[in-house]
């Protein structure tokens, strides 16, 4: 199996992936206004991937442990064009919730069938290198998707839709032509295909792996909260507008994508992934405390970016730790890491908005405080365990 260019095929596919995203992210609002929708509306729209995905990555994860990852990572690809192409077609609101459905349910199945695949395929030692390459490739998604769908947009607001829904469907025959499939019938699970619960994720949460998803929630919690009201929050603090807020993105999203496609694999190799895991806890904590101290855009730029470099490491070294730490059932385990990094999606800039009403500073005081707990826990409980069979969390 040439695994360079099976990764190229994926982080290909991510990168087309994440641009619709991201072309998403400007032009919501318009649609929003022109469809005469509400806050309210957008807030549920804005949630309604992230919770779609906490239901219905690990059953897709699981699907491709009994089936294998390249019939699901299709799946996935063909209902992220069908997302784009109904919201570029969208006259009404139910149709912008439909999409985003569709989107949650179907494109959900991208995430832990790639991830499954690269811990089929690779060396254990090799893993976060590879998963931290599809990090980069999901950050220069984000990076570009907003810049290329606002100047698209001038042209008409659903020509980026239509674009990245043709994007789509070229990667969908890449990979069917050229991405072998990385798991043989004989090491496909026979475990039943289980809708998740809340009583899963407790259950998930009490299994060997459930401190690492407790990382992987802290992962999507803290850059969400972050993220979520930096805008607001450049706004009242430093009366900023929408070039400078863009500007300091762009550096985030360059800035995690070096991070992950660069550095995550050199340190992991060196220092393995739960002292990585640990040092981005802390640095995470650290960097929420000092963008609250910069008070200049350079300065500002110099904390947001630090703040990224170490929160951008936690999210390849916690899944590269959850495939060390199973050595069957690699979709399931990744189908739950992406639902604990979906439900930080939703609850971090839920938690961030409703602190954001009563200070400015009070979301990113609470992240700090938030992360540190984080590391200290890691620092007690992440040791060197057996790896284990992860089919589904046992209750």
């Known amino acids: 199996m040439n695994n360079r260019r099976n990764l190229v095929i994926l982080a290909t596919t991510m990168v087309v992936i994440m641009l619709g995203f991201g072309m998403v992210i400007p032009i919501m609002p318009f649609y ?18 992230s919770l779609m995905q906490l239901f219905f990555a690990p059953i897709w994860g699981s699907i491709s442990d009994r089936v294998g990852r390249k019939p699901v990572l299709m799946i996935g690809i063909v209902g992220y064009a069908v997302f784009l192409i109904l919201f570029g077609l969208a006259t009404q609101l139910w149709m912008l919730f439909l999409a985003r459905s569709l989107a949650g349910i179907l494109s959900s199945a991208t995430y832990p069938s790639m991830m499954a695949f690269i811990s089929d395929s690779t060396a254990p030692e090799e893993r976060g290198d590879g998963m931290g390459k599809l990090g980069a490739a999901m950050g220069l998604g984000v990076i570009l998707g907003p810049g290329i769908g606002g100047w698209l947009a001038n042209e008409s607001l659903s020509l980026p839709f239509f674009i990245a829904a043709g994007l789509a469907l070229a990667t969908l025959m890449l990979v069917a032509i050229f991405l072998p499939e990385s798991l043989p019938p004989e090491a ?41 009201i930096f805008g607001l ?3 009242q603090k430093f009366d900023y507008g929408p070039e400078q807020v863009g ?19 050199p340190l992991i190799k060196r220092w393995k992934e739960p002292f990585v895991i640990k040092l981005s806890l802390l640095g995470s904590s650290i960097g929420f405390l000092v963008m609250l101290l910069a008070t200049t855009y350079p300065t500002i730029l110099l904390t947001t970016g630090f703040f990224v470099l170490t929160v951008a490491m936690l999210r390849p070294s916690v899944a590269s730790l959850i495939s ?47 992360m540190l707990i984080g590391f200290l826990i890691g620092m007690v409980l992440l040791v060197p365990e057996k790896r284990i069979s992860v089919a589904y969390p046992v209750e």
Not at 192 to 204: F, I, M, P
């Open 324 to 370: 060390q730490r199973a050595t069957t059932g690699q979709g399931a385990a990744q189908g739950l890491n992406n639902s604990f990094m979906s439900l930080g999606r939703i609850v971090g800039p839920l938690w961030a908005g409703y602190l954001f009403d009563v200070s400015y500073n009070l979301p990113y005081l609470s992240g700090a405080v938030i």
């Open 188 to 228: 496909r699970s026979q475990t039943k295909v289980r809708t998740l619960d809340v009583n899963s994720l407790w259950a998930a949460l009490r299994s060997p792996i459930g401190i690492l998803l407790g990382m992987a929630f802290l992962v999507s919690f803290g850059l969400t909260s972050f993220e979520g």
């Open 32 to 49: 929003i206004d022109k469809l005469g929708a509400t806050g309210r509306d957008l807030g549920w729209l804005v949630a309604l991937y």
């Open 233 to 235: 929050y450049a706004l």
């Open 247 to 265: 500007t300091i993105m762009v550096v985030v999203g360059l800035v995690s994508a070096v991070v992950q496609g660069a550095l995550t694999g």
